[in-house]
């Protein structure tokens, strides 16, 4: 048994763990590798953390997958992702339905290759009703992209007639998220050390607890989750309120 899994308190597990998975690049360079190997090497990561929140009973785990920003990398880099993406979905898919883990995704999926969007397409389709972990994927993601389209499609609402402007509040705008229905995450992990959002979830994230390790993606294993998730039960979430607050709810 993992050391940092006998630690968890399984009454305290967060119903939603959002990764931002950075380092594929670097550690791909300190083997003596071109990028690309870093990002195939990633995959062993992501079925780590995906067994991981399966085991703990964790509802949601989303994946940063690729930005939008990401679409201006070379065109070879980018290639290669999306290649590489279209034939891991198809091939991670038959595990996936098996471990009784639901697939979605979010983001600007009309600039995705036609292939990348069929694969996607069909692995959601399959898993549509499995009723353990949702794995949610964000592909062509950014925060930015997903608050503006919210206004845009609030705007036609309220163009139509089927909304006013004085009705626009939290609950409401949620609604127009492409995380609809999905609740905010409870824990951000990110790797390699960068220490900022990147434009992920930025509307999301108001309340999340923020975990940073040094780790670089590929490297990062069942272990190093539970680890954050021990982090994230040590802390005390206050949502605006005083500890002794807390105590008296």
């Known amino acids: ?3 940092s899994l006998g630690k968890i308190d399984k009454t305290r597990i967060p119903r939603h763990v959002a990764i931002i998975m950075d380092g594929n690049g670097r550690w791909a360079m300190q083997q003596g590798m071109a990028r690309a190997f870093g990002h195939q090497s990633a995959i062993g990561a992501v079925r780590a953390a995906t067994e991981a929140a399966s085991e703990l009973g964790i509802q949601y785990l989303t994946l940063y997958t690729f930005s939008t920003e990401n679409w201006s990398r070379p065109e070879d880099e980018i290639k290669a992702l999306m290649e590489l993406f279209a034939v891991t979905i198809e091939k991670e898919t038959p595990d996936l339905h098996k471990n009784n883990v639901r697939l979605m995704s979010i983001g600007d999926h009309d600039r995705l290759p036609v292939d990348a969007q069929r694969r996607l397409k069909k692995s959601i389709e399959t898993t549509a009703e499995n009723t353990g972990l949702t794995l949610v994927l964000a592909l062509s993601y950014s925060a930015r992209w997903e608050i503006i389209n919210a206004v845009k ?13 004085e009705d626009m509040n939290d609950e409401l705008f949620a609604q127009y998220l492409t995380t609809r229905g999905i609740p905010d995450p409870d824990l951000l992990i990110r790797t390699s050390g960068e220490m900022r959002i990147s434009n992920f979830l930025l509307w999301q994230l108001a309340y999340s607890e923020l975990y940073f390790t040094n780790t670089l993606w590929p490297d990062f294993d069942k272990e190093q989750f539970f680890e954050a998730i021990c982090d994230y039960q040590s802390r005390e979430r ?12």
């Open 1 to 3: 048994m993992s050391s």
């Open 153 to 165: 499609l609030f705007c036609q609402d309220v163009q139509s007639g089927k909304s006013k402007p």
């Open 238 to 249: 206050r949502f605006g309120k005083t500890g002794q607050q807390l105590k008296i709810d």
